[in-house]
């Protein structure tokens, strides 16, 4: 009898225990959508407008590609984002580092990430000499998020430009970026004009 009796309290437990980390796990995700709110308009490293909307702790994505994306939301602001249309299945980690910006990476590499459009942003101060392809000196001009460019200063091709983001500039005219190192004196171009250049203070 009081083996039956041990047993069954020891179930009854075991039930409990399993109903409150249910719990838990509900109310972590009501926490994560109590705290973020990631609808409107957003836009990735290479330019694409994004628009997200939300409903709770779950999030859908399309860009202006068409590419789509589903995520879910944990109470920590990790995301965990599915592609939908394009490679599907493809899983993104990604964590929601403010309510303007969120951080992806891809097994374990960082891919970049989306900046929320039309967030103010702190743009750090181009403009001046830089050391660019083949020893050549490059030009840059700014005008708060406007910039000029001029490869071998005046000697070679120019282009117009602006801050995509914080850390994320495009070359219109040669049709390519390049990212801001933290300190603000390195530009490292994608692939195009530049053929993946650095350009250096």
Known sequence: MKTKLISALTRMLLRSRAVLTLCFAVAGL?????????NGTWVD???HPITVTQNGAQMFAVDSR???????????????????????GTR?????????????????????GWKRANAPVNLVNLAGAWR??????CMVTQNGSNLYFDFG???????????????TIKATYWEETASISPDGR???WSQGFNGGAVWRR
Request: aromatic content about 8%; glycine content about 18%.
């Open 30 to 38: 009501h926490t994560a959508s109590a705290q973020i709110d990631l």
């Open 45 to 47: 490293n290479q330019g």
């Open 66 to 88: 068409g590419i789509s994306g589903s995520g879910i939301i944990d109470a920590a602001g990790n995301l965990n984002y599915v592609l939908t249309n394009w490679r599907p």
């Open 92 to 112: 993104f980690a990604g964590v929601i580092v403010s309510a303007n910006e969120i951080q992806f990476a891809y097994e374990g590499r960082s891919i970049g």
């Open 132 to 137: 660019c392809a083949n020893g050549l000196i």
């Open 153 to 167: 200063n005046g000697g070679g091709a120019q282009s117009g430009g602006v801050f995509l983001n914080g850390s």
């Open 186 to 188: 390195t530009l490292t």
